[in-house]
């Protein structure tokens, strides 16, 4: 059983910051690409953010470059989003999913996804 679960969301200032965790279970996490997207209200899904099995290699939208970092502890099956000068623009539902493809760095075509987590920056 694959299980993607997902920590850290909630309320934060415009200027913010927050931490958000993802561990899985059930899939050789290190052999996984593992991203972050987010889903606003009306809104389609969109990719923020990938890193390597390794953790040597990382993408981000361009919304979100300079303010935001991924990283992984594969010791410990997880990863995560640190997002700093947080906008309004950035309240969203957060998934994380994992890429089995992980010769590439995909924007799309995960095979698995974690439950979401509400991300509220308030005007």
């Known amino acids: 059983q694959v299980q993607l679960v997902e920590s850290g969301g909630g309320l934060v200032q415009a200027g913010g910051s927050l931490r958000l965790s993802c561990t899985a279970s059930?899939?050789?996490?290190?052999?996984?690409?593992m991203g972050w997207f987010r889903q606003a209200p009306g809104k389609e899904r969109e990719f923020v953010s990938v890193?390597?099995?390794?953790?040597?290699?990382?993408k981000f939208a361009d919304s979100v470059k300079g303010r935001f970092t991924i990283s992984r502890d594969n010791a410990k099956n997880t990863v995560y989003l640190q997002m700093n000068s947080l906008e309004t623009e950035e309240t969203a539902v957060y998934y994380c999913?994992?890429?089995?493809?992980?010769?590439?760095?995909?924007?799309?075509?995960?095979?698995?996804w974690g439950q979401g987590a509400q991300v509220t920056v308030p005007s």
């Open positions: 059930g899939i050789p996490f290190s052999f996984y690409n």
């Open positions: 999913g994992a890429d089995r493809r992980n010769t590439e760095l995909h924007t799309n075509a995960y095979d698995y």
């Open positions: 890193i390597s099995g390794g953790g040597g290699r990382t």
